[in-house]
Nanobody
Framework: QVQLVQSGGGLVQPEGSLRLSCEVS????????IGWFRQAPGKGREGIAV??????????DYADFVRGRFTVSRDSAKNTVYLQMSRLRPADTAVYYC????????????????????WGQGTQVTVSS
């Protein structure tokens, strides 16, 4: 049984930083792609970052509006994926989710929700002064 357990999040001031964690069980990261999504109030869920495998190494991609501010990484020993968020803006306020599938690599569709089978419980990130 695949489970994703999220931690982190909370309230942060603009230009601050936060790190989210997603502990994965039931599938190893070498054989899975992990996506990060967020859903702001009144909006749909949007893909913001992804980490998977390619050519024996790690592959990553980001939505343009977080590129350069957010970094996705993983610790294979802990089977945990991280989303380090910096220079946060009020517009980043949302519930953040991690998601997993059984595909080692990803393609240009990684931002679509239906690319993933398993989801974390979500964690609130609020950026406000």
């Amino acid at each position: 049984q695949v489970q994703l357990v999220q931690s982190g999040g909370g309230l942060v001031q603009p230009e601050g930083s936060l790190r989210l964690s997603c502990e994965v069980s039931g599938v190893t990261l070498d054989y899975s792609t992990i996506g990060w999504f967020r859903q702001a109030p009144g909006k749909g869920r949007e893909g913001i970052a992804v980490i998977g495998n390619f050519g024996g190494g790690i592959d990553r991609d980001y939505a343009d509006f977080v590129r350069g501010r957010f970094t996705v990484s993983r610790d294979s020993a802990k089977n945990t994926v991280y989303l380090q968020m910096s220079r946060l803006r009020p517009a980043d306020t949302a519930v953040y989710y991690c998601a997993a599938n059984h595909n080692p690599g990803f393609n240009s569709n990684w931002r679509r929700e239906n690319e993933y089978v398993y989801w974390g419980q979500g964690t609130q990130v609020t950026v406000s002064s």
